[in-house]
Structure formats: C-alpha cells, structure tokens
C-alpha cells in the first residue's frame, strides 16, 4: 500500500502544481474529484445517488482517484469499492491533521494505530487537497454540502458582507473588532439564511437515511454549525454532543452497532483538538505529538478495534487543512504601510494571515499593484481576483463566483511566496503570532489525507 500513496502524492503534487511564480511547493485545490469538496459527495454517492440535489447549482462530483490516471491506484480504488456493499458511512474531520504531518507522525510512530489502519487490506490512502483558502469556516463549509468556495460564500475568517455593511468574524459571528464576543442577533445577520447551498444532512435525510452528527457539546446551535446544517434534523434532535473525542468515538460506535443492521447511515464527526495544539505549540512539537497520540489511542480502542468485521460500515478519515510553523521573523504586518492600505475601502483586509483579500477602491488598482511590487514583492505574490478564478483557487478553473463570494474575496489577494504571514492591528500594536499557521497554498497546508476503511 506504501508505493501506492506515494505514486499518488507524486501524481497529485503535479496535476495541482500552481505556476513557478506562486514559489516553491505550491498547491492548487482540487475541485473536479480529488478534494475535501468531493469526498464529502462521497456518502450522498454511495448510500442514495436519487437524493435531491435541492439547488439549481449542482455539487462537485464525488471524490474519484481513478483522476489520476496511474493503473495501480485505479485498481486498488476498484478493488476496495467491491469489497462489500455500503451501508454505513462515517466522516471524521481531524481539524489540521494534514498529509504531511500525519506521515511525519507515522514515521516517528506516533499513530501506531493509524499507521496499522493504513497497511491493512481494509484501507484504501491516498492524500487530497482542501479548499481555499484553506482554513476551518471555510473548508467546513465544503465539507458539509459538497460544494467549493466558489459557490458556498463562506470564503475566509474575516470577510466583509456588503449586506450589513462591516467586517466580520465568521467562527465567532461577531464583528471583526468588537471589544467583545457577543454574536449578531438573528435579526441583523441570520445564520439559517446566510449559506444558500444545501448541506449533505439535509439531501441525505430527504432520501431518507439516518443521518447524525457527533461533535462537541459546546458547539451545537452556534453560528457555524446552524450555516452548515440548515433544515436538517442532523443539527437539531440527531445531534449527539460529546464533552471528549474519547466519548465522542464512544458514542458513535454505539451509533453504528444500533443501526447497523436496519437503516443504512451517515455520521459526521468533528475534533478540533489537534489545530489548537498546532496553533499553540506549532506542527510536530512535542506536545502537539502528545495530543495526536491519545487521539489515535482512543481512535483504535473505542471504533478501530470494536467494530473489526462489519465491512460495510466505512469510516473516511480526512482533515479541513494541514498547518505550518510560524516564523515570526516573516510577519508583514499591513498597518505599517499607510499608503498601501489608504487605497482600500474597508477598514482592514479580509481573509487570512497566508491569504489576504485586499478590497480596492475604484481607480487605485494600478496604485496597490506598484506598491506591493516596490515594497514586498520578493515575499508576496499580488493575485488578481480574475487569475485566482481562472486558475481554480476558488472552484472549478474559470468558474464564475456566486454573488457572495464574489464581494467577499475582495480585488486582490495578497499570497506568500514562501513562509510569510500578514497581520493588520487596527489599534497599530503588534502582537505575537500563533506558533502554527494556515490559510495559504503552501503543500504542508493544502494536502490533506483522504482514508477510506472498511471495519
């Protein structure tokens, strides 16, 4: 299985090779059957290919590695699909356990139990790309309807809605620079309206399969989770909160044994442990190990290995991105070029700290492109919004942006070259970055694991 992965990465790393002039190790996301977007078609494919599309915009295809077009994974994909029937499908998103990280973490024998689920006849493991940008709203949002930034609206962090006119954040569902965390009332800026694509739960429910989501008890009814689960019943009564991963595998491997013989199923669960360690420590430390660890432990001894035998339960193990460390002697921080940001219309830029969305007024385009040339051009790449479509950083090459999303990635966006972040403080202090970051197109955020494995 080993030389499998690896011909697939190597085949993936060239199809989705951006231009020379984006810098070394750069990687655009798959959006036509090789991303997180298509692997959450996945279940909708297998267990109800009738569901109701709900939109007049279809989905992405599912996720399909016969794309890759080498003999020996399009074998091994077609051998492990005729297996057995699928009945049961579980998604589990590892936030930030990227492909590069988890290879790194099964060579220092981190994840024994992982590494085992790989080498068995049961798995099938190739890497995939996220989204872009590839952070958690945003590729959450794809993970749960199946569709690309492009379409969804859900386009970065900080975005600014033209509809309530301000930057805002949308994980925490407060303005950008409130002096607290209160969120927006429903009557100023809804959740339940605000993604206009439908959700996986709710297509998968109207076909009439059991569909639940298992995630952390603080999480239910906030903002993203109402955005990514509108109308379903997955969000609402199907919604088994854990206070652990370790009780939340628990609780989903009693969810599967229960109906594992009557209806078929679909359950999405999320841990969000690893990208706070990676946040905080950095990708790889010590004690970010020592986090992955007890995950894989409690991954085995709770689901792993009590569900061993019933192969038409599919466990899809992937993650929303991958992160890298921070240097913080590559911080540009934005504030610091008044003339730069005087020709933008909204108070601060959007996006990420690897991917800054620079809302231009009318008529400084030529202005903001000379000014980045002349002062950051060596560690920052200008990306027009038009060459970002053309090239597929948002959707499929050359698809048009939806009404949201084309407000909401601004004119220009503002890429590292190498391992650059970008920062604005409002207040003009500066602050000490997060020991890991994400957001960007660099291989260690973009490439993510896909596993398919048969209990």
Same mark, same amino acid.
């Given at each position: 299985?080993?030389?499998?992965? $690896?011909?697939?990465?190597? /085949?993936?790393?060239?199809?989705?090779?951006?231009?020379?002039?984006?810098?070394?190790?750069?990687?655009?996301?798959?959006?036509?059957?090789?991303?997180?977007?298509?692997?959450?078609?996945?279940?909708?494919?297998?267990?109800?290919?009738?569901?109701?599309?709900?939109?007049?915009?279809?989905?992405?295809?599912?996720?399909?590695?016969?794309?890759?077009?080498? %003999?020996?994974?399009?074998?091994?994909?077609?051998?492990?699909?005729?297996?057995?029937?699928?009945?049961? $499908?579980?998604?589990?998103?590892?936030?930030?356990?990227?492909?590069?990280?988890? !290879?790194?973490?099964?060579?220092?024998?981190?994840?024994?139990? !992982?590494?085992?689920?790989?080498?068995?006849?049961? /798995?099938?493991?190739?890497?995939?790309?996220?989204?872009?940008?590839?952070?958690?709203?945003?590729?959450?949002?794809?993970?749960?309807?199946?569709?690309?930034?492009?379409?969804?609206?859900?386009?970065?962090?900080?975005?600014?809605?033209?509809?309530?006119?301000?930057?805002?954040?949308?994980?925490?569902?407060?303005?950008?620079?409130?002096?607290?965390? /209160?969120?927006?009332? %429903?009557?100023?800026?809804?959740?339940?309206?605000?993604?206009?694509?439908?959700?996986?739960?709710?297509?998968?429910?109207?076909?009439?399969?059991?569909?639940?989501?298992?995630?952390?008890?603080?999480?239910?009814?906030?903002?993203?989770?109402?955005?990514?689960?509108?109308?379903?019943?997955?969000?609402?009564?199907?919604?088994?909160?854990?206070?652990?991963?370790?009780?939340?595998?628990?609780?989903?491997?009693?969810?599967?044994?229960?109906?594992?013989?009557?209806?078929?199923?679909?359950?999405?669960?999320?841990?969000?442990?690893?990208?706070?360690?990676?946040?905080?420590?950095?990708?790889?430390?010590?004690?970010?190990?020592?986090?992955?660890?007890?995950?894989?432990?409690?991954?085995?001894?709770?689901?792993?290995?009590?569900?061993?035998?019933?192969?038409?339960?599919?466990?899809?193990?992937?993650? %929303?991105?991958?992160?890298?460390?921070?240097?913080?002697?590559?911080?540009?921080?934005?504030?610091?070029?008044?003339?730069?940001?005087?020709?933008?219309?909204?108070?601060?830029?959007?996006?990420?700290?690897?991917?800054?969305?620079?809302?231009?007024?009318?008529?400084?385009?030529?202005?903001?492109?000379?000014?980045?040339?002349?002062?950051?051009?060596?560690?920052?790449?200008?990306?027009?919004?038009?060459?970002?479509?053309?090239?597929?950083?948002?959707?499929?090459?050359?698809?048009? !942006?939806?009404?949201?999303?084309?407000?909401?990635?601004?004119?220009?966006?503002?890429?590292?070259?190498?391992?650059?972040?970008?920062?604005?403080?409002?207040?003009?202090?500066?602050?000490?970055?997060?020991?890991?970051?994400?957001?960007?197109?660099?291989?260690?955020?973009?490439?993510?694991?896909? !596993?398919?494995?048969?209990?």
């Amino acid at each position: 299985m080993a030389s499998i992965f $690896v011909t697939a990465e190597q /085949a993936l790393i060239a199809r989705q090779k951006l231009p020379e002039y984006f810098g070394a190790n750069k990687v655009r996301p798959s959006y036509d059957g090789l991303g997180l977007a298509n692997i959450a078609a996945l279940p909708i494919h297998w267990l109800c290919p009738e569901a109701p599309t709900s939109s007049e915009q279809p989905a992405l295809p599912p996720f399909n590695p016969n794309l890759l077009r080498i %003999d020996t994974i399009t074998q091994a994909w077609e051998n492990w699909l005729s297996r057995a029937p699928i009945n049961h $499908v579980v998604l589990l998103i590892l936030d930030a356990f990227g492909y590069d990280q988890l !290879l790194s973490l099964i060579t220092n024998n981190v994840v024994p139990g !992982l590494a085992n689920a790989i080498k068995s006849d049961k /798995a099938f493991f190739i890497p995939a790309t996220t989204v872009f940008p590839s952070t958690t709203v945003t590729a959450l949002t794809s993970s749960t309807t199946a569709y690309a930034t492009a379409q969804h609206g859900v386009t970065s962090t900080t975005a600014y809605l033209r509809e309530i006119g301000a930057l805002v954040s949308l994980l925490r569902w407060c303005p950008h620079t409130a002096p607290t965390s /209160a969120s927006y009332p %429903d009557e100023q800026l809804n959740p339940d309206t605000f993604v206009t694509v439908p959700n996986i739960y709710l297509r998968m429910e109207k076909a009439g399969i059991n569909v639940g989501i298992v995630n952390y008890y603080r999480f239910k009814n906030t903002s993203i989770s109402r955005y990514t689960t509108v109308g379903s019943e997955a969000g609402k009564d199907k919604y088994t909160p854990y206070l652990t991963y370790a009780d939340g595998f628990a609780q989903l491997r009693d969810r599967i044994l229960t109906s594992y013989n009557t209806d078929k199923s679909f359950t999405y669960i999320y841990v969000p442990n690893i990208d706070s360690a990676a946040h905080r420590y950095a990708p790889l430390n010590p004690y970010y190990q020592a986090e992955v660890a007890t995950i894989d432990f409690a991954l085995k001894r709770e689901l792993l290995d009590p569900l061993s035998g019933r192969g038409n339960a599919v466990l899809l193990i992937t993650a %929303d991105h991958g992160q890298c460390p921070t240097d913080l002697e590559k911080v540009l921080w934005l504030h610091e070029h008044p003339d730069l940001t005087k020709l933008l219309w909204t108070p601060a830029v959007t996006g990420e700290a690897r991917a800054r969305f620079l809302h231009v007024k009318k008529g400084a385009e030529e202005s903001v492109k000379a000014y980045v040339k002349s002062h950051f051009d060596q560690n920052f790449l200008l990306v027009s919004k038009a060459e970002a479509i053309a090239l597929g950083l948002f959707g499929l090459p050359n698809q048009p !942006l939806s009404q949201e999303s084309d407000d909401r990635v601004g004119d220009f966006i503002l890429v590292p070259r190498q391992d650059w972040i970008c920062y604005q403080s409002l207040s003009g202090e500066r602050w000490t970055p997060n020991a890991g970051g994400h957001g960007g197109l660099s291989r260690a955020e973009m490439l993510i694991p896909f !596993l398919a494995y048969r209990f």
